[in-house]
């Protein structure tokens, strides 16, 4: 899955803005076609300490408010709940990001920063 928001930042800056308060969410998207309904998320978003979730999550809260409703019961049940999310904030992943980039294969893999 890709992570959102890191580009061009090394691996310090992520944990500084980690230690003020930054955080990686998922945003949730609901679409429906009459009988048949999903609830997805989005790629990873990195949001930095005082930074707005709104312009990021404003995607998938509007596709879910236009596509999410149709599916007939859980379209609405859906899309309720991606909306709610969404403006929650989103789904707060950091635990699990920050545990998998910490995970061996995963920083012999990772290319070396620039």
């Known amino acids: 899955m890709k992570i ?17 308060g930054g955080r990686f969410v998922v945003f949730q998207y609901a679409v429906s076609a009459i009988i048949v309904s ?6 990873i978003h990195f949001v930095r300490a005082g930074e707005s979730t709104v312009p990021k999550s404003i995607g998938f809260t509007v ?3 236009v596509a999410g409703w149709w599916g007939i019961p859980w379209g609405p049940i859906y899309t309720i709940r991606s909306v709610t999310t969404n403006l929650r904030g989103g789904k707060d ?11 061996p294969a995963l920083r012999n893999a990772a290319p070396a920063p620039n």
């Open 63 to 65: 596709l879910s408010l």
């Open 93 to 103: 992943v950091t635990q699990q990001v920050v545990a998998a980039l910490n995970t």
């Open 4 to 20: 959102y928001g890191i580009e061009g930042m090394s691996g310090d800056q992520i944990s500084f803005e980690l230690q003020r």
């Open 38 to 43: 999903f609830r997805r998320a989005s790629n």
